[in-house]
T-cell receptor
Framework: QQQVKQSPQSLIVQKGGISIINCAYE??????FPWYQQFPGKGPALLIA?????SEKKEGRFTISFNKSAKQFSLHIMDSQPGDSATYFC??????????FGTGTRLLVSP | NAGVTQTPKFRVLKTGQSMTLLCAQD?????MYWYRQDPGMGLRLIHY???????AKGEVPDGYNVSRLKKQNFLLGLESAAPSQTSVYFC??????????????FGDGTRLSIL
């Protein structure tokens, strides 16, 4: 049973385009929603995160949009660059640090 | 400042063999975690520790044991390896507290194949 559903599984975007990755959750007790970025051969690294009392958070070219009523959140990467090519994981946490991860999205930004 | 270091980086085992994966962190973090990453399944928590001498089960603990004898080290053991345990294993650590201000830091993984 996947508590956090992530889509798409893979994504190809041209340089300069917008990459959008979507996640949905069921457990309304989740209170923290981080996104992790993982490059090949490396561990995941925290990219950006949001709490459910905020509808949007922006850090540079990366934005999280959060829809509490729909229990959905998404990552937008503006002006996507080849260096953004990586696997992205959404996650959810309730209280203590037991992260529940989505299944991942492999992003390829073509030059 | 190495962060989280995992040893070994690669290993091939035969079914039934045992081995221990070592995780070391130099950030004086209280919490440590072991995850496994499988294609199409994201990362799943195996075991975690909230301090030296304490461990707890995560989402997929069967077939694994852990120990936290020293604050900086977290060991993951496979007593009798099975092909279903072929995976990439990640260790992470974080300071105590909620994840909103204390994110988890991951190592670069151990790629384990069991034949």
């Amino acid at each position: 049973q996947q508590q956090v559903k992530q889509s798409p599984q893979s994504l190809i975007v041209q340089k300069g385009g917008i990459s959008i990755i979507n996640c949905a959750y069921e457990n309304t007790a989740f209170d923290y929603f981080p996104w992790y970025q993982q490059f090949p051969g490396k561990g995941p690294a925290l990219l950006i995160a949001i709490r459910p009392d905020v509808s949007e958070k922006k850090e540079g070219r990366f934005t999280i949009s959060f829809n509490k009523s729909a229990k959905q959140f998404s990552l937008h990467i503006m002006d996507s660059q080849p260096g953004d090519s990586a696997t992205y994981f959404c996650a959810a946490v309730r209280g203590f640090q037991k992260l529940v991860f989505g299944t991942g999205t492999r992003l390829l930004v073509s030059p | 400042n190495a962060g989280v270091t995992q040893t070994p980086k690669f290993r091939v085992l035969k079914t039934g063999q045992s081995m221990t994966l070592l995780c070391a962190q130099d950030m004086n973090h209280e919490y440590m975690y072991w995850y496994r990453q499988d294609p199409g399944m994201g990362l799943r928590l195996i075991h975690y520790s909230v301090g030296e001498g304490t461990t707890a089960k995560g989402e997929v603990p069967d077939g694994y044991n852990v120990s936290r004898l020293k604050k900086q080290n977290f060991l993951l053991g496979l007593e009798s390896a099975a092909p279903s345990q072929t995976s990439v294993y990640f260790c992470a650590s974080s300071p105590s507290g909620t994840p909103t201000n204390q994110p988890q830091h991951f190592g670069d993984g151990t790629r384990l194949s069991i034949l």
